[in-house]
C-alpha cells in the first residue's frame, strides 16, 4: 500500500516546535497521526542518552512495552542489553527508539500477539523518529530489523545483504541495519541461535568502531 493514497495519515500536525525530547515525549501521548492510538495503551517514546553516541531503532512495541511505556523492557530488549553489553555499547551512552510509537496486534487467545506495521503506518510514524534525531543527533543510527531499515533507507533497502554496512541518507545521520533482535528469539535450534547472535554482536561491534573512529574497515 503506498503512503501516497493516504496523505491524511500523519503525526506532522501533533509535533511541537520545541524539539526536546522531554517536549516530544509529552505531545507524542496525544498523537493520533494514524489507526495505531486507538488500540494501544499509550504511545512509546524513545529514551536513553541526550547526546547519544548511538541511536538503535526497532519496529513497534511490544506487549511489554506497550504496557510499560518504554522502549525494549520485553524478551527482546533484554536480548538487546545483553549483546550491547557485549559490543561496548552501554544502554547509558545509546538513546533507543522505534519507527512506529504505538503497539498493533492481533488477539491470539489470550495473548495480544504483535502484528506488523504497514508501509503507511511507518510513513505516517517517521516524523517523531526524525524529530528524535533532531534533538539528539546520534554518530550513528543502528536500524534494528527490515521495517527500521527500509522506513529509513527506502523500500529497497536489503537487510540480509546490506547488513553491517554505513550507508548515507539525505538529511539523516549515518546509519546502519543489522537484524531484530526478535530474530535471534525466533531461531530453530540453538546452534542458529548462537551464530546469529553471534553476527548480530558483530554488527553492534562495527557500529561502536565506527562511532569510536578506531578501525571502521566497511564502506563509506
Ligand atoms: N521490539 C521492538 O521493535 N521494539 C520494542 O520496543 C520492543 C520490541
Ligand atoms: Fe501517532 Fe505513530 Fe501512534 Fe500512529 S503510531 S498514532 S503516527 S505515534
Redesign the pocket.
Known amino acids: 500500500m503506498s503512503a501516497v493514497a493516504h496523505p491524511e495519515?500523519?503525526?506532522l500536525p501533533?509535533i511541537p516546535k520545541s524539539h526536546s525530547v522531554k517536549k516530544l515525549r509529552e505531545a507524542?501521548q496525544y498523537?493520533?497521526?494514524?489507526?495505531?492510538?486507538?488500540n494501544?495503551s499509550q504511545?512509546v517514546f524513545g529514551e536513553g542518552h541526550s547526546d547519544p553516541t548511538i541511536m538503535l531503532v526497532g519496529e513497534?512495541p511490544g506487549d511489554q512495552e506497550d504496557v510499560a511505556g518504554k522502549p525494549f523492557v520485553g524478551p527482546a530488549g533484554k536480548l538487546l542489553d545483553i549483546c550491547m553489553r557485549e559490543a561496548g555499547i552501554s544502554r547509558e551512552q545509546a538513546y533507543v527508539t522505534n519507527i512506529?510509537?504505538?503497539f498493533?496486534w492481533v488477539q491470539r487467545g489470550k495473548r495480544r500477539i504483535h502484528d506488523q506495521?504497514n508501509a503507511m503506518?511507518v510513513t505516517?510514524?517517521k516524523?517523531?523518529l526524525e524529530a528524535e534525531m533532531e534533538a539528539v543527533h546520534p554518530k550513528l543510527v543502528i536500524a534494528l530489523g527490515a521495517t527500521a531499515a527500509q522506513g529509513l533507507a527506502g523500500r529497497n533497502f536489503r537487510v540480509t545483504r546490506q547488513r553491517g554496512e554505513i550507508i548515507r541518507v539525505e538529511k539523516y545521520p549515518p546509519i546502519m541495519a543489522t537484524v531484530h533482535p526478535s530474530s535471534l528469539l525466533r531461531q530453530a535450534t540453538s546452534e542458529d541461535r548462537h551464530r546469529e547472535t553471534h553476527l548480530f554482536i558483530a554488527d553492534l561491534k562495527k557500529g561502536a568502531e565506527f562511532v569510536s573512529g578506531k578501525k571502521f574497515l566497511g564502506k563509506l
Do not use: I, R
Request: proline share 12%; net charge neutral.
Open positions: 495519515y500523519s503525526a501533533f507524542a498523537c493520533q497521526g494514524c489507526p495505531l492510538f486507538e494501544a504511545t513497534q512506529v510509537k504505538h498493533k506495521p503506518e505516517a510514524c516524523p517523531w
